[in-house]
């Protein structure tokens, strides 16, 4: 429907014809001149000039936030927004434009501590590409949903974040790395663990499949196994755990013979990324009060304040990793030790082949602490070994996971980490 003609009365005339002049000018306008001419333009033709406006709200929040610090971005982008809910529902780019605008004012909101506002800006974003994949706008129903999945693990609700997750299952073409190690961490912290394994096992079932067309890298296999391995231990499957973990070292005799059968491109990511959820036991639960990283997911999608906070207590860590047991550090050590490890290892996961000189001196500190106190020795073995992996060291990975899988196989089922 046109409105033009009942609102051009409260137009001022004048302002439309300056607008217009601007836009048809031979000079290149700068954003703030641009978001001037569309916002009195959208008064009188909204269909053509909202969706205009919303582009360039977005881009001139990024400008101005990067200059004036998120408190101006934050106008803009909560301006974009309202300006996207007023397009049309029959726009065929309603749905995209509204995705962009939520979006930027989300993370503005959460990077100035507004997380409750940011957390509803999520759900109206998932909401609205739920709608727009019923009406058949998106092709998939995940759209706009995957930031709230994201705020929701941060937060603690793992049920929620699980079965939003479940919804838009099937929907990807093939198994999904990223997609079914987001769904199974977020049900094993829901305390779903048989859930849990099943959807990990079709990826390690998928994963096995390309190794043997050699299209996919055989340390895929090996981190997955292990993964599964730790999975199936938290779940009392001891037997299965076992079984997982002695494919795994025969797929490291086939490296450490051979190494890979062709070469692959960074894959430091996916090693990160599960090291990571398995060092997940060693932190505090996420809570709405005290949010906490979604492991499991790319570090990238964790939210501005998470990402910083989980960062920012790097130098706390490294002071009590050097710190005896004792009042006020009752943990000892080894804890502040490996989550300082799992912290440094995603620091570097772009350096590709820069994270040895870093990374290793704190995998062989964390051992050596565990042959100290010996119960955490099969764990802190495993995980040297998933990062001599990454670094192509097959030779002593397979030497680490060996004695890891001999210490395990000869006491009394001692799982290599605590479930969650």
């Not at 505090?284 to 960062?311: H, N, Q």
Request: aromatic share 6%; charged share 30%.
């Amino acid at each position: 429907m046109n409105h033009s003609g009942n609102i051009s009365q409260n137009i001022d005339q004048d302002a439309v014809l300056r607008a217009r002049t601007m836009l048809l000018g031979s000079g290149r306008l700068g954003l703030p001149q641009e978001v001037e001419a569309y916002r009195v333009l959208a008064k009188v033709s909204p269909a053509a000039y909202l969706p205009k406006l919303v582009r360039a709200l977005v881009s001139y929040g990024h400008e101005v936030g990067r200059r004036r610090g998120p408190e101006r971005e934050v106008v803009l982008h909560a301006e974009a927004a309202d300006a996207a809910r007023r397009i049309g529902a029959d726009h065929p780019r309603r749905v995209e434009l509204l995705r962009a605008a939520l979006g930027a004012y989300e993370r503005t909101l959460f990077e100035l501590g507004r997380r409750a506002e940011g957390r509803a800006v999520c759900g109206e974003m998932a909401e609205a590409g739920r709608i727009a994949f019923a009406r058949g706008q998106v092709a998939y129903p995940a759209y706009g949903g995957d930031r709230l999945v994201v705020v929701l693990a941060e937060e603690g609700r793992h049920g929620e974040a699980a079965d939003l997750l479940a919804r838009n299952a099937g929907a990807e073409p093939g198994v999904s790395f990223w997609s079914a190690v987001e769904r199974t961490a977020e049900l094993e912290a829901a305390g779903r663990r048989e859930e849990a394994v099943a959807v990990f096992t079709g990826l390690v079932d998928d994963t096995r499949r390309k190794t043997e067309s050699d299209s996919t890298a055989l340390a895929h296999l090996v981190w997955e196994l292990v993964h599964r391995s730790r999975m199936l231990d938290a779940a009392g499957r001891h037997g299965e755990a076992g079984a997982d973990r002695r494919e795994a070292l025969a797929v490291l005799d086939r490296l450490a013979e051979s190494g890979e059968p062709r070469s692959w491109s960074n894959i430091l990511s996916f090693w990160t990324t599960l090291y990571a959820l398995s060092a997940r036991t060693a932190e505090p639960p996420a809570t709405p009060e005290a949010p906490a990283p979604a492991f499991g997911t790319d570090l990238l999608r964790w939210s501005r304040d998470v990402r910083k906070a989980y960062f920012d207590t790097i130098p706390v860590l490294e002071a009590e990793a050097v710190r005896p047991a004792g009042e006020g550090h009752p943990a000892g050590p080894t804890t502040a030790h490996h989550r300082l490890t799992a912290r440094s290892a995603l620091l570097r996961e772009s350096r590709t082949h820069l994270i040895e000189e870093p990374l290793r001196p704190l995998f062989d500190e964390e051992v050596a602490l565990a042959r100290r106190s010996a119960r955490e020795l099969p764990r802190a073995l495993t995980d040297r070994a998933m990062f001599l992996i990454a670094v192509k060291r097959y030779g002593e990975a397979r030497a680490d996971f060996a004695e890891a899988v001999g210490l395990l196989d000869g006491a009394d089922r001692t799982p290599i980490v605590t479930g969650t």
